[in-house]
Nanobody, 125 residues
Framework: QVVLVESGGGLVQPGESLILSCRYS??????????WGWYRQAPGTQREVVAT???????NRVNGSRSRFSISRDSAKNTLYLQINNLKPEDTASYSC?????????????????WGQGTQVTVSS
C-alpha cells in the first residue's frame, strides 16, 4: 500500500515562494516506486504535470516555467517536495503528488499509480 499526504498549500501573494511537501509511506515488501511527481489542477481545467523525478533522482519533466519550479525528494524523511518561486495568480490550483511503480501480488506484477488528496495553493493580492 502507498499513502501520500500533501501539505504546505495556502494563500500567498504574487512574487512569494512556497514549498509543498508530500509525506509518503510505501510497503516496500511488495511495491516499488519508479517515479514521483507533482501535478496541479485549476478549476475548469485538466490536471497537468508540474514536475517529475525518478527514483534515482533524475528530474524527468518540468512544466514551461522551468526556473520557478523545483522538485526534490528526501528518502530519509520519506518526503517529496515542490518549491515554487515567484508565484503568479495563474499558479492557483490544487497540487497533488503522485507515485508510479509496480506492485507485486503473488506471481503478478501490476503497474500502479497512486495519488494524494491534494493541497490548495491560491495566489492573490
Amino acid at each position: 500500500q502507498v499513502v501520500l499526504v500533501e501539505s504546505g498549500g495556502g494563500l500567498v501573494q504574487p512574487g512569494e515562494s512556497l514549498i509543498l511537501s508530500c509525506r509518503y509511506s510505501v510497503n516496500t515488501e511488495n511495491t516499488r516506486i519508479d517515479r514521483w511527481g507533482w501535478y496541479r489542477q485549476a478549476p475548469g481545467t485538466q490536471r497537468e504535470v508540474v514536475a517529475t523525478i525518478s527514483s534515482e533522482g533524475t528530474v524527468n519533466r518540468v512544466n514551461g516555467s522551468r526556473s520557478r519550479f523545483s522538485i526534490s525528494r528526501d528518502s530519509a524523511k520519506n518526503t517529496l517536495y515542490l518549491q515554487i518561486n515567484n508565484l503568479k495568480p495563474e499558479d492557483t490550483a490544487s497540487y497533488s503528488c503522485n507515485a508510479v511503480g509496480v506492485r507485486t501480488t503473488g506471481w503478478v506484477n501490476l503497474d500502479e499509480t497512486y495519488w494524494g488528496q491534494g493541497t490548495q495553493v491560491t495566489v492573490s493580492s
